[in-house]
């Protein structure tokens, strides 16, 4: 499977992180420029499905920094 950052409905370029592994955690950096109202979500970028921990382990998680 691979994970990838979406803006707007759109997978931004460079932010995929591809998984070959069955198990264990998959991580990534991305500097994203992002305007007002625009909607971040983590999608599932490929063809092959993808199972996510349940409560309580965190399934994905995705932290946001403001640079200035």
Known sequence: SAM???VNGVVVPGT???S???TGNISGKAAVSLAAGDV???RNNSA???TLALAPSAGAQLTI???N
Request: hydrophobic share 70%; net charge positive.
């Open 4 to 6: 990838a950052i979406a």
């Open 16 to 18: 995929t992180l591809s």
């Open 20 to 22: 070959l592994i069955a």
């Open 40 to 42: 971040i979500t983590i």
């Open 48 to 50: 092959v499905a993808l």
């Open 65 to 67: 920094k403001r640079l």
